[in-house]
């Protein structure tokens, strides 16, 4: 393979590191909610002690926000889980609408952050194939990160998956400004590694505002 | 006279919440759901102290807080982070922050915090007007001047 495993180790160990702050910070607004609702909690029981009348419908309110946060949590968890359970095997079968669903609620916050909507068009068909699950969520959040940039004005990216024959396809839509210069960006050495490593290829109609990524249906041999 | 804060942070379940603590603990609360209305606010009322969190979208606390100690450099400003990083911290200060709390947060530390800024705040405040009434007396045309 000509891109050494150190390129994308290294760039593998941010990229981990990343999601993992990013789902810590997740969490922490998840835990700072319940905790001020607890307070809430707190002070209206110390209220009632002082003989204050206490509205037990606001009571309930404030523990179904608490609920509904732990709910938050647990999903944030669940991925977190997912993501690094991504790791366990250097090769193994994907459903690769499942995957998209994962990187997509991952980048959640940093789209959020940037407001813009991700949206993911349920595939008509489950669609799957055997490589390297992380470095193909690698790539896919490489790709996700450059098309939140480029998104045009109503700040949307749409995901859409596609077979055909054995080649499964990518497509990242509403995007703007995918010239040359703009596409040369892209292909830093990380993003490089990653798809040759997967044996994926990307490209580009500026006309319709997509960004394709192609992956080979079957296997790909890791290393040559 | 009750201490004027403004809340600002994205999460609109977390800002309902501690808005009603402090609303019960006697605070006068206003709340601000993104840096740009915080900024829009401070322009047309006065707050004692700003608690800001950092991670927004749009205009980031960061950012918020440059703003603001550009028209408003008394008010005091509390910064409010998800990441317990010293980085940010200082970054925060640099910029001329009171302090900073790492959420989520225990209320009565917040609120000693609160109470600290709202006395840093008022007493620069005397500082500045007894420094103005001493440049008053101590002026050529001053009629307070003894002869």
Same mark, same amino acid.
């Given at each position: 393979m000509k891109y050494a495993w150190d390129t994308l180790g290294e760039a593998g160990f941010q990229f981990f590191g990343k999601m993992s702050a990013s789902i810590s910070h997740e969490i922490k607004n998840a835990l700072a909610i319940m905790n001020e609702n607890a307070g809430l909690l707190e002070d209206y029981a110390s209220m009632g002690e002082k003989g204050i009348s206490v509205d037990l419908q606001r009571l309930k309110s404030l523990a179904g926000n608490v609920r509904i946060q732990i709910q938050r949590a647990d999903e944030i968890v669940r991925n977190m889980n997912r993501f690094a359970h991504s790791v366990d095997r250097s090769e193994n079968a994907i459903e690769v609408g499942e995957l998209l669903a994962l990187m997509t609620a991952l980048a959640h916050r940093s789209a959020t952050m940037q407001g813009v909507t991700l949206k993911l068009k349920p595939p008509q068909k489950l669609v799957t194939i055997t490589t390297n699950q992380f470095f193909l969520e690698h790539l896919i959040w490489l790709f996700l990160e450059f098309s939140m940039d480029k998104? #045009?004005? &109503?700040k949307i990216v749409e995901l859409i998956l596609e077979k055909e024959g054995s080649a499964v396809r990518i497509i990242f839509t509403g995007l703007i400004g995918l010239q040359p210069p703009t596409m040369d960006s892209f292909q830093t050495d990380a993003a490089k590694a990653l798809l040759e490593a997967i044996g994926a290829k990307v490209s580009a109609d500026s006309g319709k505002g997509e960004l394709v990524v192609t992956l080979s249906g079957g296997e790909k041999p890791l290393g040559s | 006279m009750k201490t004027r804060i403004l809340l600002v942070d994205d999460e609109e379940q977390f800002v309902q919440a501690l808005s009603e603590r402090l609303t019960l603990r006697g605070y006068d609360v206003t709340t601000s759901l993104s840096g740009e209305d915080a900024l829009e606010k401070l322009k047309h009322y006065n707050y004692e102290v700003v608690i800001l969190d950092?991670?927004?979208? #749009?205009? &980031?606390g960061v950012t918020t807080l440059r703003e603001i100690k550009k028209f408003k450099p008394l008010t005091e400003v509390i910064m409010l982070t998800g990441h317990a990083t010293v980085e940010t911290a200082i970054e925060g200060m640099k910029l001329g922050a009171a302090d900073y709390l790492v959420k989520p947060c225990d209320t009565e530390e917040l609120m000693a915090k609160i109470n600290k800024a709202h006395q840093k705040k008022a007493g620069t405040e005397e500082r500045i007007r007894e420094a103005k009434v001493k440049d008053i007396i101590s002026s050529p045309r001053s009629v307070l001047k003894k002869k």
């Open positions: 998104t #045009g004005c &109503d | 950092i991670a927004m979208p #749009g205009l &980031d």
